[in-house]
Structures are given as structure tokens and as C-alpha cells.
């Protein structure tokens, strides 16, 4: 009996020494596969030297259709990455993969969802490599690009975003738009049904908040996907500050051509909860039966359509995200913080050349992918007096001095 136990312990050890032969890149000698010739001629014939740097390099459209960046923003934020992810020459590594090589695999895994094998026959970088790449860099991505481009929203001047919603979107004291979706990943090792969701896969939800202009204002991400929905709103950050008044919404402020004097408002759909700075629609029985409630309910669809458009906008230019996101979950909440971020560049610089449009130029024969960016299911929870207030309030206006030609069409 005792013979017996100690075999099944080898066999255990065996398969153990393994799992960590795939998985770790440098181990002892005794236990280091041979490298593959296809990964010593990396330099000669990889992607990064063959393609980028001897073709893309000299082709502004190529190389954006490659990477979603243009040349003057990939060296930008390999800038402000390059120190951290340099690594200094060794004996066993005497020419170790240089950061901007790095940022190239991570962006076009961004940009493509390839599978790590498939980026290791291309790039000449083994796939458990890659893998190790990718993790370290949207670590460091998300270190220097979320200051930057999703910083704090105590330094965002929300009166400017209650303006642009106005101007574009004929929504009057609105300052964002609220969404949450769940992004589909393969199950993670030894987690049970906690990313379970009510959709039956697996997933992380992201919360996120969109400013008129379709860039990511506030974002929360890392709830499990078998969490109820307006649970999550409640515990994040974001929730907590509005529920206990520190969000910072600029004050009430009189309406248009209106003697009515109302809150700033954040606009969402059923899943979140009625709040004096939270509008949702009213229920479809009640808006069927109720013209003035039925206006009021596109008026709002409009401007909260914003963040239908941006998770759109985000899933097409990084397709990464048209299929279950096949990483460790911690890896996978960096992906999407980055993604956001990128993002967000992506629509200043849009936004830049191209002054008040607001429409990001696409493949017009491709349309908007979000199979794999689901909602969150509806029902916000209990709801707040005062709300049903100002909700009132916004409906008389949407219905009389604030109305427009159009809506009754709708």
C-alpha cells in the first residue's frame, strides 16, 4: 500500500514538472526544451523586422490598418512605455525583444484576437513568450495611458459635457451616459460559475460612462458576470459617489427656454435605478398608453445611444473583442482599461481633424460587431422619490417648450 502511494506521488510530481515545462519560459537546463529554429531566425524573418520595418514603416495607411494607430501615436506611447519594458542583455539573452516589438505584438493582438500560436508563427516569438509579453505590456500600458486618457473625473469640467450633450444630442443638463456590457471570455481555470451570466457564458463586466463626443469618461471593470446587475452599479466606485454625493455634478442649473430649474443628469437605460442624477425610461406599458412618457423615452434613447456607439466603435477597431478573450481574467481587466484608453486617442485625434463630426470613418460594408458585448440585464433595483420628480420634470419639457419638429415622428 505504501508502494502504491508513493508512485501515485511520482506520477503527480511528473505531471507537475510538465505543466511548468509549458508554461515557464526559462527554467533549469534539465528541464528547457530545445528552442526551434523557427524562433532563431526571429530577427532575420520575423514580422517585426520583414514587415514593419521594412514596409509599413514607409506606408502611413498600412501601417494604421495594421496596428489602428498611426505612426506619430505608436512612438507616443512607446514613450512613455519604453523604460519600463527595456531589458538589459544577459549571457543567455544577448539580443533581448526590444519594447517597441513588444508594444507591435500587444497592438496587433488588440487589433486582430489572434491566438497566441498564431502570433508566434508570425512574430518568430514562441507562444508562451507572447503570452508573457502581452501581460507585462498592457500592465505597463494601463499605467501611464489611464492618467492620461481616462484620468480622474474630479478634473473633468462637466458643465462643458452637459453643454455637448445639448448641441448634439438635444438633451438639456445631461452631462454622460451610462452602459454596462458583459465581455465574453473562456472560462478561467478553477473558477466555478462565478463569470457565469444570465446569458449563459462566461464574463467580466465592464461599467462605463460616455461622454457626447463617444469617448470613455469612467469606466469600472472586473465584476464577475454572474453578479446581479444593479448589485454592480452599487458596489463600484462610480456608484458609490453618486448614491452618496461626491460625484461632483455641477449645480442645478435652469433648463433652455425654461423657467424650470433641474439637476445634472447621468442617462441610462432600465438596468440602473431612477435617482435625482440618474434618468431611465419609462416602462414600455406606461409609454405605450402615454404619449408625453413616450417622447420623453426617445429623447432619452437618443442621448444614451452614445454608449451603444462607443462599445461599437471600441469592438470594430479592436477586434479582439469579437470573440471569447481567451487570457487570465487580471490580464483581461487590463485589456479592456487599455482598449478604452486607446480608444479614447483614437476619437481626440478624430476629433481633432475633423472639428464638430462625430462619426468615427468606417468600412461601410462592416457593421458594428457587439455578439460578444452583451447588456446587462434591465431591472435597476429600487428606485428614489425624488427621481420620479425630476424625470416628470424633464418629460413636461421634452413635451413643451423644449420639443422638436422631429420626435413627434417617433
Known sequence: MEQVIINNNKIIIHLLEEEEEEEIMYTSNAYRKPISNLFKTREKEGFFKVLINSHLRENKNKFREFFRLNYDQFHFILALIKDDLTLPASNRIKNPISPDEKLAVTLRYLATGESFRSLSFAFRISHSYISVIVKDTLSTLKKHLMPIFLPDISTIDLNKKASEFWTKWNFPNCVLAIDGKHVRIRCPEKTGSLFFNYKDYFSIVMLAMVD???KFIVIDVGSFGREGDSGIFLKSAVGQQILDGSFGFPD??????????????????????????????YTRQSARHDKSKAVFNYRLSRARRVTENAFGLLSQVFRVFYQPINIDPMTCDDLIVVACCLHNLLREAYLEENGQAFFEERDSSTTLQTNNLIPITRGGGFTNAEGFLVRDSFKDFFNNEGSVSWQEDK
Do not use: T, W
Open 212 to 214: 457626447a463626443n463617444y
Open 252 to 281: 442645478k442649473k435652469q433648463l433652455p427656454g425654461s423657467d424650470k430649474v433641474l439637476p445634472h443628469v447621468i442617462v441610462g437605460d432600465e438596468a440602473f435605478r431612477l435617482h435625482p442624477n440618474i434618468m431611465k425610461p
